[in-house]
Nanobody
Framework: QVQLVESGGGLVQAGGSLRLSCAASGGTFSGYDMGWFRQAPGKEREFVAAIRWSASMTYYADSVKGRFTISRDNAKNTMYLQMNSSKSEDTAVYYC?????????????????WGQGTQVTVSS
């Protein structure tokens, strides 16, 4: 059983930066492909970014490509999401998730474990 805890959310002005962290415990973090999803009020949960267990490949939603960067530190059992050039439409609860290796990374159903989420609010 893997526990995931997100942190780093908060209020940021449009154009500003924020770094989210996802700390994992209770499992072999380095064996999991990891992803970030977000859910805005009244909307479906959507894929944001993902990274393979080895960090060899990263994936991004078109809406965040060029602005967000996903990374991981397997020695620290932690994944990150660097959010730059924030926009009001980035406002959402951000969730990290862990799945087996080789999963379809932009599909929420691929992931086994989920964190509780952290709120990100971008003010315009």
């Amino acid at each position: 059983q893997v526990q995931l805890v997100e942190s780093g959310g908060g209020l940021v002005q449009a154009g500003g930066s924020l770094r989210l962290s996802c700390a994992a415990s209770g499992g072999t973090f380095s064996g999991y492909d990891m992803g970030w999803f977000r859910q805005a009020p009244g909307k479906e949960r959507e894929f944001v970014a993902a990274i393979r267990w080895s960090a060899s490949m990263t994936y991004y939603a078109d809406s965040v490509k060029g602005r967000f960067t996903i990374s991981r530190d397997n020695a620290k059992n932690t994944m990150y999401l660097q959010m730059n050039s924030s926009k009001s439409e980035d406002t959402a609860v951000y969730y990290c998730a862990a799945g087996g290796s080789g999963i379809i990374v932009n599909f929420a159903g691929s992931y086994i474990y989920w964190g509780q989420g952290t709120q990100v609010t971008v003010s315009s």
